[in-house]
């Protein structure tokens, strides 16, 4: 597996929605332009051991939504739908990631499955888990500074549905754009 830290220059905003990852409606793989995020609270016992157990590693679903297009709009299986002004935006906010991703369900790098589910692959619980696990012992190993919470998007990137595992960095101040 390639970590990598990842500096998130503008916010990406996404409508909240209840989409449980693990069952078949919200694992499909995302359709074209289709982006899904998954945020999740880890238990806080677990998010600096070096070895967490993973059983008690993950905690609950916090939040999940698809992501706002630039017109404010939303792709939903029933179409594009455009969000109530009331409807509370969900934010992957600006700031350093430390994260791993995975191109067209590539999982060959751990001992992680591909399950299908109507012919179309996606990444189970299980296989969450242990990249999470993985991505947390590479990132304490490097003395990162990772907050308690974790991130799953499901996006389709250059034709190739993409699965992106981000956990925030802590940092000392104020978060400014680095210069070139």
Known sequence: MDFFRLFLKTPL?????????FTAAGAMVPRLSEDLLFCFDL???QARRIDPSPEQ?????????????????VLCPEGIQT???????????LGLYYGVQFRGFDL???????????????????DFIE????????GLWERQKLEN??????????????????????TPGPL?????
């Open 149 to 170: 919470r974790i991130y799953l998007r499901r996006l389709f990137e250059d034709g190739a549905p993409v699965i992106q595992i981000l956990r925030p960095l802590q």
């Open 13 to 21: 905003y996404y409508r909240r929605e209840k989409i449980n990852p």
């Open 83 to 93: 969000p109530a002004a009331e409807e509370t935006a969900l934010e992957l906010a």
């Open 176 to 180: 400014q754009t680095p210069l070139p």
């Open 108 to 126: 060959s790098g751990f001992a992680g499955t591909a399950l299908e589910c109507a012919g179309q692959e996606y990444f189970t619980r299980a």
């Open 57 to 73: 590693y993950l905690g609950p679903l916090a939040a999940s939504g698809r992501k706002f297009s630039d017109a404010g709009q």
């Open 43 to 45: 238990d806080l016992r």
């Open 131 to 138: 990249t999470a696990m993985e991505l947390q012992k590479e």
